[in-house]
């Protein structure tokens, strides 16, 4: 290459430099400025929510002094990878210099989405990074202005987003505060119950409830009972799970409770037959996000074998973002839930680890059916066992023709595919007897019992199948 050639190609490539940081590739704060003006101009015109991270790893300094400058490059390049990783498409990161690093999302839903980006930050930091010859776990403070709460100008936002940053150092880093106090007030409570949830695990506060099924004919005979689980909160009393489920699934501490409600649901299978009690098949929510990771029939087929407890009795309700990792059920007592959403969003990775667990004689079930796709396809695509008719259809079908003509068709359809039909939520005796002239195979809700302690379950099959009146209540 002659020397005019080399100048021409450097002088293409200066601009371009001048944009990115050297080490981690990363666009650098310059073009972090730019970037940051052009969206909110476009964000004026949209009417969008912009949100600004301002992150900060904690103790950099003595862990480049202690390893050294070229550790410490590494660290800050797996860094920057593991940042990318939380992040969508169209959001942007880019580091500021040093150990410092800005982001900015746009949040059409809300100042609260970088809440919930500022969690999925500080667990994927739990993970250690490998570094030459050493193994390091770093957290990071994070402080977050919003557009146009806090400024309309770029270098304002900035610079807040800065002071908040400073502010969850001072708070005891890695944590996350908003520069505005009233966001800050909700987000320390949001933080708060995270920490709690953290502990509960460790501190066996959460237990299971069970919810009877009823098969509607041959007497009304108790086929089974779904798993749900509840947080006994030291000072709260019981949690309600809409309460807390979603902050398991936004923080990743699905998995590791997923997990827990696996293990203990196929302990309380064995236990109950080894106990006299009987074959007692359970349902069990699980995560939709930890079914596509595709570590569900590792960890199933793990947990069958540890409980020596068969699939069959074992029933996973898959309900969207609810929870499930590595468990404990046995291969012949296994019936699988997920939800219609759950299906579709990773379809083909779905059926191959449906097909895997079919092979064993786990029987696959849909959950909340009619909320979601309800195609014909899918139906003949997925190993489908089981149709669940979701509650929001079952609650009106006495006063409402079309919810009544929906329940109708999914039973009718699910019968021409040889596939069971589930109502949830039965509360009347009408309800009842709609489902039961209709055809319906099983019943579960209030109307035949409410989630009952393991306990209950046990006197409730011991004293010959009859169910509990039923007793409402807030929580289960």
Not at 52 to 61: A, G, P
Not at 227 to 244: C, K, S, T
Not at 430 to 447: A, H, S, T
Request: charged share 25%; net charge neutral.
């Amino acid at each position: 290459m002659n020397d005019m050639m080399y100048r021409k190609e450097t002088d293409q490539r200066l601009p371009q430099l001048a944009r990115y940081d050297a080490l981690t590739r990363l666009p650098n704060r310059a073009l972090f400025y730019e970037s940051l003006r052009k969206i909110i101009k476009q964000a004026e015109i949209n009417q969008r929510i912009v949100s600004i991270l301002y992150l900060d790893i904690d103790n950099f300094k003595s862990i480049n002094d202690t390893l050294g400058h070229a550790l410490g490059d590494e660290l800050l390049r797996q860094f920057s990878l593991r940042l990318l990783e939380c992040l969508r498409i169209r959001d942007m990161i880019a580091r500021l210099g040093g150990d410092e690093f800005g982001c900015i999302l746009i949040t059409p839903d809300g100042s609260g989405d970088a809440g919930i980006v500022a969690s999925k930050i500080r667990e994927a930091l739990r993970e250690p990074f490998m570094l030459p010859g050493h193994q390091v776990t770093v957290t990071a403070s994070i402080g977050i202005s919003v557009y146009p709460t806090d400024s309309l100008d770029a270098d304002t936002l900035i610079r807040n987003s800065d002071t908040a940053m400073c502010r969850s150092k001072s708070s005891g880093k890695d944590t996350y505060r908003f520069f505005t106090a009233e966001m800050n007030v909700r987000a320390i409570k949001k933080l708060d119950q995270e920490n709690a949830l953290r502990q509960a695990l460790d501190r066996n506060e959460f237990v299971l409830y069970y919810q009877p099924k009823m098969e509607l004919s041959e007497g009304g005979r108790i086929t089974g009972v779904e798993a749900l689980i509840r947080w006994n909160r030291p000072g709260y009393g019981f949690v309600a799970p809409l309460e807390f489920i979603s902050v398991l699934e936004q923080t990743g501490l699905i998995n590791r409770v997923g997990a827990w409600v696996i293990h203990s649901a196929c302990k309380q299978i064995a236990e109950w037959r080894h106990s006299g009690v009987g074959e007692i098949p359970v349902s069990v929510n699980v995560s939709g996000r930890q079914f596509s990771q595709g570590n569900l029939s590792r960890d199933v087929i793990r947990a069958t074998q540890e409980n020596n407890v068969e699939p069959e009795l074992l029933e996973f309700e898959l309900q969207t973002e609810r929870a499930l990792r590595e468990n404990s059920i046995g291969s012949d007592m296994l019936e699988l839930e997920l939800t219609e959403s759950s299906l579709m969003t990773h379809a083909k990775k779905t059926i191959d680890i449906l097909r895997r667990l079919k092979a064993i004689g786990i029987r696959i079930s849909i959950d909340d059916f009619g909320t979601g796709y309800s195609s014909l396809a899918y139906l003949k695509r997925f190993p489908v066992d089981v149709l669940k008719i979701d509650r929001s259809f079952i609650m009106d079908v006495m006063t409402n023709p079309a919810d009544a003509a929906i329940a109708t068709a999914i039973i009718g359809m699910a019968h021409s595919l040889d596939v069971k039909v589930v109502a949830e939520g039965v509360e009347t005796v009408e309800q009842f007897n709609f489902l039961r002239v209709r055809g319906c195979d099983e019943i579960q809700g209030y109307y035949l019992a409410q989630p009952l302690p393991a306990i209950e379950i046990s006197k409730l099959f011991l004293r010959g199948n009859k169910v509990l009146k039923p007793v409402r209540s807030p929580i289960l």
